[in-house]
């Protein structure tokens, strides 16, 4: 079963598999980026997205399941300022700049050229202070199908490597069964 169609049918069985509160380092970026365009690749069912509008983002969010982005259009209030895509992020183009680009829980299911493309599109995306935030894992899910587990501190060196960026946040966490990297990375 591709992740698309696994998506969709994880949206129609459990609506809210991934519950209704932002993941923290969502919550830690607003200390250096408080409002302005957001840009969520990866939507999902929302809840990252939700957060922003509620704190005065508007938001475009991205992503290839039509369940996941019917469920946040249900779940949004009407007259919200959201701009929602049924898209691949790999074919999601813009000339829009944005003050805050998230790739949420979405690197793992891609592979490593995959990667690098969206990386560079984020950058590219990304109006001058504004941020990127990211948040992947590092271990391989049950299921064994991940074409992408992130090792110590690659994640970091996507943008310590770039003069044009600095690491504001990183870090680590996690258990040999579930481990996560993130990273909040603002453009000079």
Not at 64 to 71: D, F, H, N, Y
Not at 162 to 178: A, F, P, S, T, V
Request: net charge neutral; aromatic share 10%.
């Amino acid at each position: 079963m591709s992740f698309k169609s696994r998506f969709n049918q994880k949206y129609k069985d459990t609506p809210n598999v991934f519950g209704d509160k932002p993941m923290p380092i969502i919550e830690n970026a607003l200390k250096y980026v408080s409002s302005g365009l957001a840009l969520d690749l990866g939507v999902g069912n929302g809840r990252n997205t939700i957060y922003l509008l509620s704190r005065g983002f508007r938001v475009t969010g991205v992503d290839m399941s039509k369940e996941g982005i019917a469920l946040v259009k249900e779940r949004v209030p009407k007259g919200s300022d959201l701009n929602l895509i049924v898209s691949d992020v790999l074919d999601f183009e813009t000339t829009e700049k944005f003050d805050f680009v998230c790739a949420i829980g979405l690197f793992h299911f891609l592979n490593i050229e995959s990667i690098n493309k969206i990386i560079k599109n984020m950058k590219d995306f990304t109006k001058s202070a504004g941020l990127n935030v990211i948040a992947a894992r590092m271990t391989q899910n049950y299921m064994g199908d991940l074409p992408h587990i992130f090792v110590h501190d690659e994640l970091k060196s996507y943008y310590s490597t770039d003069e044009d960026w600095e690491i504001l946040e990183y870090k680590e966490q996690g258990n040999m069964h579930r481990k996560v990297t993130m990273l909040i990375a603002q453009k000079k």
